[in-house]
Nanobody, 126 residues
Framework: QVQLVESGGGLVQAGGSLRLSCAAS????????MGWFRQAPGKEREFVAV???????NDYAESVWGRFTISRDNAQNIALQMNSLKPEDTGVYYC????????????????????WGQGTQVTVSS
């Protein structure tokens, strides 16, 4: 079992920036892809970004392309830099580990066996 703890959420005005962090502990794999999903009020959870185990490959949802950047410090820690935030970016952001992603485009089935964090709230005011 992998434990994931997210931090960095908060309230920001449209056009502002936030940086989310995620720390993994427990039975982590050195070759685990990690990533972020989010869930807006009244909507289903959706993919945001993913990064490969070595940090060399990544993918993003079209809605955040060019505004969000996912990065990786080591096998246990990733971050999501969010710039030019919009009200539609509001939601609970979840960190995931053990994603079956190597490179190229992300597909939802790659997260079928992922571990999830508890989430951190991001609110963007207009």
């Amino acid at each position: 079992q992998v434990q994931l703890v997210e931090s960095g959420g908060g309230l920001v005005q449209a056009g502002g920036s936030l940086r989310l962090s995620c720390a993994a502990s427990g039975r982590t794999s050195s070759r685990s892809a990690m990533g972020w999903f989010r869930q807006a009020p009244g909507k289903e959870r959706e993919f945001v970004a993913v990064i490969s185990w070595n940090g060399r490959d990544n993918d993003y949802a079209e809605s955040v392309w060019g505004r969000f950047t996912i990065s990786r410090d080591n096998a246990q820690n990733i971050a999501l830099q969010m710039n030019s935030l919009k009200p539609e970016d509001t939601g609970v952001y979840y960190c995931l580990a053990e994603i079956a992603y190597l490179r190229g485009r992300f597909s939802s089935h790659m997260a079928n066996h992922a571990d999830w964090g508890q989430g951190t709230q991001v609110t963007v005011s207009s």
